[in-house]
């Protein structure tokens, strides 16, 4: 949805830097990450969407806006946005050049100018395979090459049936604990309880302020009262306008990775949904 607004609106960047009320103001940065998985659908909007008020809404300035952007549109997307927007490539590889036919390393992405990247996604690991030990490697590298990562754990339905979704969560995030060593201030952990993405079942708010909890408080226990404080935990489950402001009111959410509804005119709502 950045995307369209940015192509659509450019006469109108101005408007991201208007300043907020003071009441606005949030002590911790509201993190949201616009996934562009359909490149051709968002092209499909910019030949459709009309100069609304909802479009042209200044986007909260306390909320830190990152765009998801598949490989091959990186260095474009990063050419068309105002500063205040960060764009992320969407996986990278564990190593800095090799044969590895069709793989993009962090060096590339830093190369086009966007600083972060999303590792770990439920689709990588479920899709592509992707296991603990590999997310890892690759949150090392990124981290080494200087790239800050959004690094994506959660449960299947099968785990989350069988009562094992802190069971999985704290395994995938002990996984990446050497991984980030002291770079915590790099990293976001994003929460996808993947039974809740495209299955017609949603997570309540309450059930994810649960688990968002509970991971803290296991970082309090296993890394230091400090990071557990400090780190952001975003939710990616299905977040839409019409349930962001409640989720977004929860203690332990501090941000969205959203699919979807990032390419439409809701994306808006979604990113102030704090302001």
């Not at 830190?64 to 997307?77: D, F, H, K, N, R």
């Not at 226990?221 to 962001?244: L, M």
């Not at 989720?247 to 302001?275: H, Q």
Request: charged letters at 20%.
């Amino acid at each position: 949805m950045y995307l369209v607004y940015f192509v659509l609106q450019q006469i109108e960047l101005s408007r991201f830097n208007e300043p907020a009320p003071a009441d606005k103001y949030c002590h911790i940065k509201f993190l949201c990450t616009n996934k562009l998985k359909e490149y051709l659908l968002l092209i499909n909007h910019l030949k459709t969407v009309k100069n609304g008020s909802q479009i042209c809404r200044p986007l909260d300035p306390n909320a830190e806006v990152i765009i998801g952007v598949p490989a091959i549109y990186l260095e474009y997307v990063r050419s068309i946005v105002p500063d205040n927007v960060s764009v992320a490539a969407q996986n990278c590889w564990k190593v800095a050049k090799g044969a590895f036919t069709g793989e993009i390393s962090p060096a590339m992405i830093k190369d086009v100018g966007a600083n972060w990247v999303i590792l770990g996604h439920s689709e990588r690991r479920t899709i592509f395979g992707e296991k603990d030990d590999l997310v890892a490697e690759k949150v090392a590298h990124a981290l080494e090459c200087g790239l800050k990562v959004i690094a994506c754990i959660g449960e299947t339905l099968e785990e989350r049936e069988a009562g094992k979704t802190e069971e999985v969560v704290f395994r995938q995030t002990k996984a990446l604990l050497p991984a980030i060593g002291n770079n915590w201030d790099k990293v976001v952990l994003a929460y996808e309880p993947v039974w809740a993405i495209g299955t017609g079942k949603t997570a309540t708010p309450a059930q994810a302020q649960e688990v968002h909890a509970s991971l803290r408080n296991w970082l309090l226990t296993n890394v230091s009262s400090e990071i557990a404080q400090a780190v952001r935990i975003q939710y990616g489950g299905s977040v839409t306008g019409a349930t962001c402001k409640e989720l977004g009111a929860c203690p332990d959410i501090d941000g969205f990775l959203v699919g979807g509804a990032s390419l439409k005119p809701e994306f808006v709502d979604i990113v102030n949904a704090t302001a």
